[in-house]
């Protein structure tokens, strides 16, 4: 059971300064990522879900070495890489993949160019650059003759299928998928998602998948975080979080997943949409940082932040209103029943 | 068509993308050809170019450009023989004005020649080190901007010795930074976007961000810089001759020939207003082709 994880976050903090005055001394902070620890095993998805602002592109770019975090490790397979943006061994082993194709790869510079890059820099045999950009382009499914295009010249699904050519040119173990759907038509989503799943079982690759949309990452993910403002809500495996969330941010979320079918519509549960804005991660709520949201927040909420309760096999979640329940129940996982129940 | 074409069906990608090449080439060329200002700039521009290049073979009397006199034909007016007259020691304006222009030409690739390329790496490294390195270099460029270029061309030749040499340093000294300003905007903006991110992640050397993503996508802005740049540099070489610490008599320069021949007017005012109308027109023709790329780029380039 218990196997070494290939990436694991420990208590993962990132504070922004904010600058201002006329010496731009320190005024603030924007807390971006607030202790935030999760583990990765080898040839999982583990998807990380929020709102715009919940720090999930600042945990991304922490992780591949992009951001130097404030406080916390990034261990891969075992070793701490944290900030190691220049460690090359680390650049061969984790890349990523963006959120907007249209900007990731290089308006001036041929699809070819831009897909050899990693490869001059991790020392490929010259000669034969040239044949492995196109067996990559072929991984992707795209024709070898696009290596001489420009990237004006392709669409945004051709686009990001490059960019995901670009990023296993070195052969990684680890990929990070910052949004990598959110730019795209909903028809091209699927095959860019149905490309990467193919791609995981092919070359045993293992995925950290951030994204908004839980219906893609119901379907793509083994495991899943929820994030609010910059820390975790609630992780457990996909099954346990969509099927039975816990924390009354995550049944909010998946509340508001709009549905297709009456069929859907009725099975959905009926959970009142979230009223407000996210709050500025510059001024984060004291207490339980979704209190000011919450529709069953209660006293303790506005005073003490929650730690993480175990609600069933490796899903836990950060509430109130679960440690009051396993106080009374003192049973360990609370069954199905009692949470639907759950106000 | 292109957008659902997801590499599924390659032989209609094939046939789609190409053409879009094409067109694209073509819309550029066609907005430029559209643009009646730019397409006389670029006329003039060549037609200065062609003169400085072809000097021996167009010029009418070559044999009378620099150490030549004929008192017989001094201070004559425009005529068959002479379009632009003859000056004070009997030599033929035109001629003298078309080797001129080889000499402001000279001078423009030369500062030009220094300047961009040093203007331009500062420039880079600013926008993308940031920190003390933007802090230094910017600082440094803040400094050089508040010295207006003539006064300090002036301080320099008239410590150094006053020639064409002189010339040339003295107007490359501060010449850089307005390339550095434009570069450093143009990289910060650039900074932001993902390829450069990207880059990083992949492993790619520092030079290799600077030279080969952010430069490449610096191009279009340094050429109508560039464009632009010549014709002040072409006024300020002039300017410095006529104040006579520039080009030094015989040899034909065009701020030269107006001082010369500003002792001749109004009467004999072929001698300093053709030299003066030479000047006017070549940055007239640099300032519209300049225009018409920026024109071309800018809308193209969407960043």
């Known amino acids: 059971m218990i196997e070494a994880p290939l990436l694991e976050v420990s208590g993962l903090t990132k504070h922004f300064p904010i600058r201002g005055g006329i010496i731009q001394q320190r005024v603030g902070a924007v807390r971006a990522v607030n202790d935030v620890s999760f583990a990765i095993r080898k040839g999982e998805v583990f998807g990380l879900a929020g709102e715009s602002g919940s720090g999930k592109s600042t945990i991304a770019r922490m992780v591949v070495g992009l951001y130097r975090p404030t406080a916390g490790t990034v261990h891969f397979d075992g070793s701490d890489v944290s900030g190691l943006i220049g460690g090359r061994d680390y650049r061969k082993q984790v890349q990523m993949v963006f959120q907007n194709p249209g900007s990731s790869l290089n308006p001036r510079r041929t699809i070819a160019q831009s897909v050899a890059v990693p490869l001059i820099f991790h020392d490929y045999p010259k000669a034969k650059i040239a044949d492995r950009v196109a067996e990559l382009l072929e991984m992707v499914e795209l024709p070898r003759n696009f290596a001489i295009r420009y990237p004006h010249e392709l669409s945004g699904g051709q686009k990001q299928r490059v960019a995901i050519a670009r990023a296993l040119a070195v052969e990684p173990r680890l990929i990070v998928l910052d949004e990598p759907t959110s730019a795209l038509d909903v028809s091209v989503q699927a095959k860019i998602i149905d490309l990467l799943a193919g791609l995981a079982g092919e070359l045993g690759l293992t995925f950290l998948f951030i994204s908004h949309d839980l219906s893609l990452m119901r379907n793509f993910c083994s495991r899943v975080g929820i994030l609010y403002l910059g820390r975790l809500a609630e992780t457990g495996s996909t099954i346990d979080v969509f099927g039975s969330p816990a924390h009354p941010y995550t049944q909010a979320l998946i509340g508001a997943v709009p549905v297709v079918s009456d069929e859907e519509a009725a099975l959905k549960p009926s959970i009142p949409a979230l009223s407000g804005e996210i709050p500025s991660p510059s001024r984060i709520p004291k207490g339980c940082s979704f209190h000011t949201r919450c529709p069953f927040a209660f006293e303790p909420c506005r005073q003490i932040d929650p730690e993480f309760t175990i609600v069933g096999q490796g899903h836990e979640a950060r509430c109130h209103l679960l440690e009051e329940r396993t106080a009374t129940a003192a049973t360990v996982p609370v069954s199905p029943v009692e949470r639907s129940a759950h106000p | ?303």
Not at chain 2, 27 to 46: E, M
């Open chain 2, 1 to 303: 068509m292109a957008v659902l074409n997801n590499g599924s069906a390659p032989a209609s990608v094939e046939e789609a993308v190409p053409a879009a090449t094409i067109s694209n080439a073509y819309k550029n060329w066609y907005r430029f050809s559209r643009n009646p200002t730019a397409v006389i700039g670029a006329v003039i521009v060549l037609i200065v170019i062609s003169c400085a290049l072809f000097a021996p073979w167009i010029a009418p009397y070559p044999e009378q450009v620099d150490n030549f006199v004929d008192f017989r034909a001094r201070h004559l007016p425009p005529s068959w023989e002479h379009w632009f007259g003859t000056d004070n020691v009997g030599r033929d304006v035109l001629t003298r004005v078309i080797y001129g222009y080889r000499i402001s030409l000279l001078l423009v690739v030369v500062v030009l020649g220094l300047s961009i390329p040093f203007g331009v790496m500062l420039g880079l490294m600013a926008g993308y080190f940031g920190g003390w390195v933007e802090i230094v270099i910017m600082r440094l460029t803040d400094i050089a901007l508040a010295i207006p270029p003539l006064v300090m061309a002036l301080a320099i030749t008239a410590v150094l010795s006053p020639n064409l040499m002189n010339a040339m340093i003295a107007i490359s000294v501060l010449w850089w930074t307005w390339h550095t300003r434009l570069i450093y905007s143009i990289t910060r903006t650039l900074k932001t976007q993902e390829f450069v991110e990207a880059a990083e992640i992949l492993g790619a050397s520092k030079f290799h961000i600077l030279f080969r993503e952010l430069l490449p996508n610096c191009v279009s802005a340094i050429s109508v810089k560039a464009t632009l740049d010549a014709g002040f540099v072409i006024l300020i070489g002039a300017s410095l001759s006529f104040l006579g610490l520039g080009v030094q008599p015989p040899t034909p320069d065009l701020g030269t020939m107006v001082a010369t021949g500003a002792d001749y007017l109004p009467d004999r005012w072929w001698q300093s207003v053709m030299p003066g109308m030479a000047i006017l027109v070549a940055i007239l023709g640099f300032n519209l082709l300049g225009d018409g790329l920026r024109d071309m780029f800018d809308v193209e380039d969407v960043r």
